[in-house]
C-alpha cells in the first residue's frame, strides 16, 4: 500500500518479486496506490497472486493516484495486472504459457 498523498512521488521499483495470498483473498490488490500519490514506476519484476482459479478479480497493481509506470512486469496465477481506477483502465495479463504470462508496458494517460 502506497498511500501519503502528495509527500509520495518519484518512487522508483526495480526487479521487484511479490507473493500474495489469492487463497484467501481472490479480491484486494497486491499494490494498492492511494489517492494523489505519485509517479510511481515499477520497472521489471514478478507477482504471483497464488490464485488457484484464474480470474479478473485480483490485480496486481490498483492505481488511485496521479500516475503509474509499468515499462515491464511479468505475473502468475492472474488474468488482471493493472486496474487504473483513475484512469478508467484495466489491463489485462498477455498469456504465454499457462498461468504465466506478462503485464504489457503501462504509462496512466490521463483523458
Same mark, same amino acid.
Request: glycine share 12%.
Given at each position: 500500500? !502506497?498511500?501519503?498523498?502528495? =509527500? +509520495?512521488?518519484?518512487?522508483?521499483?526495480? *526487479?521487484?518479486?511479490?507473493?500474495?495470498?489469492?487463497?484467501?483473498? *481472490?479480491?484486494? #490488490?497486491?499494490?494498492?496506490?492511494?489517492?494523489?500519490?505519485?509517479?510511481? @514506476? $515499477?520497472?521489471?519484476?514478478? =507477482? @504471483?497472486?497464488?490464485?488457484?482459479? !484464474?480470474?479478473?478479480?485480483?490485480?496486481? $497493481? /490498483?492505481? @488511485?493516484? $496521479?500516475?503509474?509506470?509499468?515499462?515491464? $512486469? /511479468? =505475473?502468475?496465477?492472474?488474468?488482471?495486472?493493472? *486496474?487504473? +481506477?483513475? =484512469?478508467?483502465?484495466? +489491463?489485462?495479463?498477455?498469456?504465454?504459457?499457462? *498461468?504465466?504470462?506478462?503485464?504489457? #508496458?503501462?504509462?496512466?494517460? %490521463? %483523458?
Amino acid at each position: 500500500m !502506497l498511500t501519503g498523498e502528495s =509527500a +509520495v512521488m518519484g518512487v522508483d521499483f526495480y *526487479n521487484t518479486y511479490m507473493e500474495g495470498n489469492g487463497t484467501v483473498d *481472490n479480491t484486494t #490488490p497486491m499494490v494498492y496506490i492511494g489517492p494523489y500519490v505519485g509517479p510511481i @514506476h $515499477f520497472f521489471g519484476g514478478t =507477482a @504471483h497472486t497464488e490464485q488457484t482459479k !484464474l480470474s479478473s478479480t485480483k490485480s496486481v $497493481f /490498483e492505481n @488511485h493516484g $496521479f500516475y503509474l509506470d509499468v515499462p515491464a $512486469f /511479468e =505475473a502468475v496465477n492472474t488474468t488482471l495486472g493493472i *486496474n487504473d +481506477v483513475m =484512469a478508467g483502465i484495466k +489491463v489485462g495479463v498477455w498469456d504465454f504459457s499457462g *498461468n504465466l504470462g506478462t503485464i504489457p #508496458p503501462y504509462q496512466t494517460m %490521463r %483523458r
